[in-house]
């Protein structure tokens, strides 16, 4: 029940996010939508990841985004609407998109592979660091460095592209 | 470990369903009259202390010694009349004070007052509350964007810089701790500290991360000497200037909720929580002190860290926004990332005091 | 009462549908990043279920998903820092206007 509570939730703050016209509010229902899915990831028993979804999205990319959007004082952003045809347009490109992933779906046979229950836990936060860190045969180490230099890359980038031009 | 996730998959696996919910209402109920509790017994305190550091009384009048000042104070702005500009954007107007509201109360629900009387025992307490803390700053960026006034978007802003500026040297002091304990379990970190607490056991590194937490903690709840976001002589009343009434008493319970909050982590991550304070091999003394039940240290350590934070406000003088961020970015910073990096090899090594 | 794979799979296809509809709409760039969020949104979600329900032992999929969250926040942080210096620069943040290169 609590299940479905959440899938109607996420559904309802990521239309609204999408569809509204100023993009403060879309912003503040990414966040009701993104802090629903750390919710399912409860359930699914993926604690560590709700807790780092919560931490990134909406302590670090939604504060971000209204930071920016506070910056600006542009129309286009309390404003946002498109035009009828290209909502129908758009409308009709997610339906079928939609339409043909249901079709692919229901022809796989999934109905019978319900949620495990608690007696097959989920991987501890221990296991998931080894993983991050090991260097044997299933390890991420080298991922997790290109990517903690990818961070580094990204965090300096930022800087030089927005900072003061010198006079 | 009873988690939240614990009663969700009791929900949808045995249908408890009465279970849940009386879970739910009674940590609803408690947390609520907790934070209640807190931010009066804190304004109260703010006060006297204040007060007594200027050589004046403080609150005298309304019963003994002025103790119910606060409640008729919280009376007075429950009596209020709730404004809201006309230019505001009234959703995010109203949302704004709850989403603080929401975080301080969240937050709340996790703390160990001692190893029985946690309401949430999550695996993930730490992540949890870092985590929680986002829509805390979330809840001040949109107050301050949605009253649709200069200074109100000026404090909203300084206040959401200095918030996530500080967020990370807090975080690393934070990791330096899980380094150490090995766990974010938050009564799994206390109970590693039954040999010693943190902030003296592993040599200078708990020491060190420590002061970091404290700085940034000051930081965080935008108490002096880092309360740019709501100097009143540059900014009337930063993002909450428009605010009135109940909003502004949301505001306000969230900003003494916080400063618990924040002690009170500080409390559990470096000077051990719910445990006794033991002192080596004196066994009568520390059968002595075990006699005080675990609630009241844990209450005794985060009002001593309390004062300590309105200590600072009447000592230090308040700093300038480019201080703020320099001291943050080339001093703080670093030092918590040389910090986490020692710490990781005392943890590795085991090089600890009391081992 | 068992929730079963499909559902949350149709979920998360539903939920980057609801993206795309966005990616097509939207003409400022925060629009489109949000609506991008979704999407990313939606994967993880995707590549959580499929861990939970047929290989609950392993850690792969609890990785790849940090790794994902890992590049959007990189994502958004570049784009954020390219849509401050438009603003800078006095252009609006519209893309449908942005089709110049450096002058």
């Known amino acids: 029940m609590i299940i479905y509570l959440l899938f109607f939730l996420v559904a309802f703050f990521s239309l609204l996010a999408v569809s509204s016209k100023s993009l403060y509010h879309s912003a503040i229902y990414l966040m009701g939508s993104l802090s629903v899915t750390a ?27 209204v930071f920016a959007l506070m910056l600006t004082q542009s129309d286009i952003l309390v404003n946002d609407q498109p035009t009828f045809t290209k909502k129908i347009m758009a409308f009709g490109v997610s339906t079928s998109v939609f339409a043909l992933g ?16 608690a007696s097959s836990p989920a991987p501890s936060i221990k296991q998931l660091g080894h993983a991050f860190l090991s260097v044997q045969k299933n390890g991420y180490i080298l991922a997790f460095e290109i990517i903690s230099v990818l961070l580094l890359t990204v965090l300096i980038s930022a800087i030089v592209i927005a900072k003061k031009e010198k006079a | 470990m009873k988690s939240l996730s614990f009663y969700i998959h009791n929900l949808y696996q045995n249908q408890q369903w009465l279970d849940f919910i009386l879970y739910l209402g009674l940590g609803l109920i408690l947390t609520l009259s907790l934070m209640s509790v807190v931010a009066l017994v804190l304004v109260y305190a703010e006060r006297k202390i204040a007060a007594h550091f200027q050589c004046r009384l403080g609150p005298m009048r309304v019963g003994w010694h002025g103790t119910l000042q606060t409640v008729a104070d919280a009376l007075k702005l429950l009596l209020k009349e709730d404004l809201i500009p006309k230019a ?5 107007f109203a949302l704004a004070p709850f989403l603080t509201v929401m975080a301080a109360l969240l937050s709340l629900s996790v703390l160990p007052f001692s190893l029985s009387a946690t309401l949430s025992n999550m695996n993930i307490g730490l992540l949890f509350l870092s985590a929680i803390s986002g829509y805390g700053v979330l809840g001040i960026l949109i107050g301050g964007w949605a009253s649709n006034n200069k200074w109100s978007l000026l404090g909203a802003m300084r206040a959401g810089a200095q918030l996530i500026s500080y967020e990370l040297s807090m975080t690393l002091s934070l990791l330096s701790i899980v380094v150490l304990s ?7 970190i206390i ?26 903690s000051t930081a965080e709840t935008n108490r002096t000497p880092f309360d740019m976001a709501e100097g009143e002589s540059e900014l009337t009343a930063g993002f909450h200037t428009e605010y009135s009434g109940m909003r502004f008493a949301f505001f306000f319970l969230s900003e003494y909720v916080n400063l618990f909050i924040v002690s009170a982590i500080g409390s559990i991550l470096f000077l051990g929580g719910w445990m006794p304070l033991h002192i080596g091999e004196w066994e009568s003394f520390n059968a002595l002190m075990d006699f005080v039940p675990g609630p009241i240290w844990f209450l005794l350590k985060t009002g001593a860290l309390i004062f300590l934070s309105m200590w600072f406000r009447w000592t230090f003088p308040r700093l300038r926004v480019d201080q703020l961020m320099r001291f943050e970015w080339k001093f703080l910073l670093p030092l918590g990332l040389i910090n986490l990096f020692l710490s990781s090899i005392i943890a590795l090594g085991g090089f600890y005091f009391f081992p | 009462m068992n929730s079963h794979l499909l559902e949350w799979l149709i979920m998360s296809l539903f939920i980057f549908c609801v993206g795309i509809y966005g990616l097509l ?46 590049i959007a926040a990189a994502e958004v942080l570049l784009a954020l820092a390219l849509f401050m210096l438009l603003i800078k620069k006095q252009q609006p943040v519209d893309i449908t206007q942005l089709n110049h290169l450096k002058h």
Do not use: C
């Open chain 1, 39 to 65: 919710g399912l990831y409860l359930i699914l028993e993926a604690e560590f990841l709700a807790g780092i979804q919560v931490l990134v999205y909406v302590g670090g990319i939604l504060v971000l985004l």
């Open chain 3, 25 to 70: 709409t939207r003409k400022s760039g925060v629009g489109l990043l949000i609506s991008l969020e979704l999407m990313i949104n939606a994967g993880a979600l995707n590549f959580i279920s499929i861990h939970r329900f047929l290989y609950p032992a392993q850690v792969d999929a609890q990785v790849f998903v940090l790794f994902v969250i890992a």
């Open chain 2, 191 to 216: 109970a590693s500290q039954a040999q010693g607490w943190w902030i003296w056991r592993a040599h200078l590194v708990g020491f060190i991360s420590f002061v970091i937490y404290i700085i940034s």
């Open chain 1, 102 to 117: 249901v079709w692919l779906l229901s022809s796989l046979h999934l109905h019978s592979i319900i949620l495990p229950t």
């Open chain 2, 182 to 188: 090995g766990s974010l379990n938050l009564n799994e």
């Open chain 2, 88 to 92: 505001a954007d009234r959703f995010l």
